[in-house]
């Protein structure tokens, strides 16, 4: 059974910087898409970034684009996402999930692995 533990959430101020880990228990070369996703109160769950880990390619939506980087450590079995400017709308808890095969942002309910999430919480 793979498991996928996030770390790296906190709180902190609007203009900030957090960095969340993703550590894996099986080698993530396997996964062929790892994203972020993130959830706020009462609203649904939306992608934030993807990386197809065969290929290297990266997909961010527009709201993180520029602030927010996904990146992957193989060897270390281990996603990422540095997120910095964060501000008030970042707030949210985010997850981390892995799939086998390719997948987008838009089907977050078809991924296969997923992690308990982090919390993050930007104040003004």
């Known amino acids: 059974q793979v498991t996928l533990v996030e770390s790296g959430g906190g709180s902190v101020q609007a203009g900030g910087s957090l960095r969340l880990s993703c550590a894996a228990s099986?080698?993530?070369?396997?996964?062929?898409?790892m994203a972020w996703f993130r959830q706020a109160p009462g609203k649904e769950r939306e992608g934030v970034g993807i990386?197809?880990?065969?290929?290297?390619?990266?997909n961010m939506v527009d709201a993180v684009k520029g602030r927010f980087t996904i990146s992957r450590d193989v060897a270390a079995n281990t996603l990422y996402l540095q997120m910095n400017s964060l501000n008030p709308e970042d707030t949210a808890t985010y997850y981390c999930?892995?799939?086998?095969?390719?997948?987008?942002?838009?089907?977050?309910?078809?991924?296969?692995?997923w992690g308990q999430g982090t919390q993050v919480t930007v104040s003004s």
């Open positions: 999930a892995a799939d086998p095969t390719i997948k987008s942002l838009r089907s977050s309910s078809s991924y296969r692995y």
């Open positions: 099986e080698d993530i070369s396997r996964f062929a898409s």
């Open positions: 990386i197809y880990t065969k290929y290297g390619g990266t």
